[in-house]
C-alpha cells in the first residue's frame, strides 16, 4: 500500500479532523507562547521600558494585520492536487521552523532589540499564514455541527501548545541559554510538520508534489477562479450589520486581551515582586489548565447553552475579577491571590475565546469562507497590535488601577457588542446571498 492511501483523509472522519486541527493549533501555540508571553515576561526580568516591552509586543503582533491579503490569495492560488489549503498549511510551518532558527541565532538579543524585533515579526508573519491556511482549512472541512466542538480542540490546544512552550522556553532560558530555548521550539514545530504531511483533506490527492494522486472533484468544485467573484462576495457580507458587529466584537476582545496580558508580566515582576521564571510557570500552569478545559468543556458548554449565553457569562466573570484586582491593592504583593487571578482569568479567557471564535466560524460564508473567516481574524490582530501600543502611555500616565479598570471596560464595550449580534439572521443572510450567488456567477460551485 502506497503512501498516499495509508492514511484517512479530512473529510472522510471527524476523529481524524479534530487529530489534525488540535495538532496545528498547538504548533501555533508554541510559538505564541514564547513571542507574546515569555519574552515579555524575560524583558522585563531585565529591566526594559513598557514603552520596549510595548514595542516588542507591536512588532509580533502586526504580521496578523497582513492576514487579509495572505487569506484571498489561498482562496484563489492552490496546488489542486494536494488539497485546498493542505499545501499553504505545509508552506507555513516550514517558513515557521526556518524562522524560529533564524530568531535563535540573534546574537545578545535583549542588547540589539532591531534585529530581535525583526526576527520576531519573521517568525510572528509565518505563523500568521500558518494560522490563516489552517482556519481556512477548517472552514472547508468541519461540518456545522462539529464547529463548536471543533473550536474547543483548536482553542484548548492553542493554549496547552502555548503554556508548555512557555514553561519549556523559560526553563531552558534559564539553566542553559536564549539559543538553545529557542532552538528547541523550532524543532518541535518542525517535528508537528509530520501531521499536516501525512493527512490529506480529500481521498486520492497527493502526499507530496512527487507522490501519486490527482484533485478531487469536490474541490475542483469548490475553488474560486475569479478575482471578482470573492471581492464582491467580500463586500456583500460586510455590508451586514452583524458582519460588522462580529468584527467589533473579535476587535475589541482580542485587542483588550493582548494589552491586559502584556500588562501582566510587568506587574508581577515590578509590583508583586515575582521573577520573569516564576510568572511563566503560572501563567503556563494556567493556560494549560484553561487549555484542558477548553477542550473537555468549551465546545460542549455552547453547544449545550449557546454561544451568546454563555460568552456574556464569560466576559462579566472577566469584568468581575479584574475589578476586584484593581480594588483589593493590600493583596497585589500576596503570591496566592495573584497566582489564583491569573488561573481563573485564563480559564475564563479561554472559554470566552472558544465561544467568540465559534460565532466568527459560523457566521462565514462557504464562498469565502477562509477570506471571510481570516478577515475575521486579521480584524483581531489589528486589534492587538491598538492593544499592544495603548500599553506604553497608558502606563506611563495612570496608575494601575486605571490600566486594570480600562480592560475591564473594553471587556464590558464588547458585552454589549455581543448582545446586540443577532447570529441567526446574519446565517440567514448568508444562505439567501450564497444562493443568490451560485445562480449568476460561474466561478464558483459548492461541494457535494
Not at 6 to 29: I, K, N
Not at 40 to 65: D, R, S, V, Y
Not at 242 to 256: D, H, K, P, W, Y
Amino acid at each position: 500500500m502506497t503512501l498516499s492511501h495509508s492514511f484517512p483523509a479530512l473529510s472522510d472522519r471527524a476523529f481524524v479532523r479534530y487529530f489534525t486541527f488540535t495538532a496545528l493549533y498547538f504548533a501555533e501555540g508554541l510559538n505564541m507562547g514564547m513571542l507574546f508571553v515569555g519574552i515579555p515576561a524575560w524583558m522585563a526580568m531585565q529591566n526594559k521600558t513598557p514603552t520596549e516591552i510595548g514595542a516588542f509586543a507591536t512588532a509580533c503582533a502586526l504580521p496578523w494585520t497582513f492576514k487579509f491579503v495572505v487569506a484571498p490569495l489561498m482562496d484563489r492560488y492552490t496546488y489542486l492536487p494536494m488539497g485546498r489549503k493542505r499545501p499553504w498549511v505545509l508552506l507555513a510551518q516550514l517558513g515557521l521552523t526556518a524562522s524560529l532558527m533564524f530568531m535563535a541565532f540573534v546574537p545578545d538579543p535583549l542588547s540589539n532589540l532591531k534585529l530581535f524585533m525583526g526576527a520576531a515579526f519573521l517568525v510572528s508573519a509565518f505563523g500568521a499564514i500558518q494560522d490563516a491556511a489552517t482556519d481556512g482549512l477548517a472552514v472547508d472541512v468541519v461540518p456545522g455541527d462539529e464547529q463548536a466542538r471543533a473550536n474547543g480542540f483548536m482553542g484548548g490546544a492553542r493554549m496547552i501548545g502555548s503554556s508548555l512552550s512557555l514553561a519549556g522556553w523559560s526553563w531552558l532560558l534559564a539553566n542553559y541559554d536564549y539559543k538553545v530555548a529557542t532552538m528547541a521550539l523550532a524543532l518541535l514545530i518542525g517535528l508537528l510538520t509530520v501531521v499536516p504531511i501525512i493527512l490529506r483533506e480529500e481521498p486520492g490527492e497527493k502526499i507530496l508534489p512527487w507522490t501519486p494522486g490527482t484533485p478531487s472533484a469536490a474541490t475542483q468544485k469548490m475553488q474560486i477562479t475569479s478575482w471578482s467573484t470573492i471581492l464582491k462576495a467580500l463586500w456583500s457580507l460586510f455590508r451586514l450589520r452583524n458582519s460588522l458587529l462580529v468584527a467589533a466584537l473579535v476587535f475589541i476582545t482580542q485587542g483588550a486581551y493582548n494589552y491586559f496580558e502584556t500588562l501582566l508580566p510587568l506587574f508581577t515582576v515590578k509590583i508583586a515582586g515575582w521573577t520573569n521564571i516564576s510568572y511563566s510557570k503560572a501563567f503556563a500552569t494556567a493556560d494549560l489548565i484553561g487549555g484542558i478545559g477548553g477542550m473537555v468543556l468549551g465546545g460542549y458548554l455552547i453547544e449545550r447553552f449557546g454561544k451568546k449565553r454563555m460568552i456574556g457569562g464569560y466576559f462579566l466573570l472577566i469584568i468581575f475579577i479584574t475589578t476586584a484586582l484593581a480594588l483589593l491593592k493590600a493583596y497585589w504583593t500576596e503570591s496566592t491571590f495573584i497566582y489564583g487571578f491569573i488561573i481563573t482569568y485564563r480559564w475564563l479567557n479561554a472559554f470566552a475565546k472558544i465561544g467568540v471564535y465559534a460565532v466568527a466560524m459560523e457566521c462565514c460564508s462557504k464562498l469565502v469562507s477562509a477570506s471571510q473567516f481570516t478577515f475575521y481574524m486579521t480584524i483581531g490582530a489589528v486589534g492587538s497590535m491598538v492593544g499592544a501600543t495603548l500599553i506604553g502611555p497608558v502606563k506611563e500616565r495612570f496608575s494601575w488601577e486605571i490600566t486594570f479598570y480600562l480592560f475591564a471596560a473594553l471587556i464590558a464595550l464588547a458585552w454589549i457588542c455581543m448582545l446586540l449580534l443577532n447570529i441567526r439572521k446574519l446565517d440567514r443572510q448568508i444562505s439567501e446571498l450564497e444562493i443568490k450567488e451560485r445562480s449568476v456567477s460561474p466561478a464558483y460551485s459548492e461541494s457535494v
